[in-house]
């Protein structure tokens, strides 16, 4: 069983910078892309971005692009999200999550193709 843990969540002026962890423990596969999505309430949980296990390809949100990066390090089980220029419309709670199969943008950008999820962390963006 894999367990995802995320850390780095808080309040932040809009205009800041926040990176959120994720760290996987248990008995990982030996590939999985990572992704991260948000929910705001009331809304949908929806696809933020996501890496391959190489870490060359990454899948962004169009609208994301530019002010999110993902990066990951697969000696220490851990993804990171990069985010910066936030805006108060980023509040949201984050969620890693691991996919055992996707391979491409098509896939990673399904939530219903994660095996596994974290149990969030709070960004929250003050005007």
């Known amino acids: 069983q894999v367990q995802l843990v995320e850390s780095g969540g808080g309040l932040v002026q809009a205009g800041g910078s926040l990176r959120l962890s994720c760290v996987a423990s248990?008995?990982?596969?030996?590939?999985?892309?990572m992704g991260w999505f948000r929910r705001t309430p009331g809304k949908e949980r929806e696809f933020v971005i996501a890496?391959?296990?190489?870490?060359?390809?990454?899948y962004y949100a169009d609208s994301l692009k530019g002010r999110f990066t993902i990066s990951r390090d697969n000696a220490k089980n851990t993804v990171y999200l990069q985010m910066s220029s936030l805006k108060p419309e980023d509040t949201a709670v984050y969620y890693c999550?691991?996919?055992?199969?996707?391979?491409?943008?098509?896939?990673?950008?399904?939530?219903?193709?994660?095996?596994?999820w974290g149990q969030g962390t709070q960004v929250t963006v003050s005007s």
């Open positions: 999550a691991a996919s055992y199969s996707c391979s491409d943008y098509d896939c990673a950008i399904s939530e219903r193709n994660y095996n596994t």
């Open positions: 248990g008995r990982t596969p030996s590939t999985y892309v």
């Open positions: 890496i391959s296990w190489s870490g060359r390809s990454t």
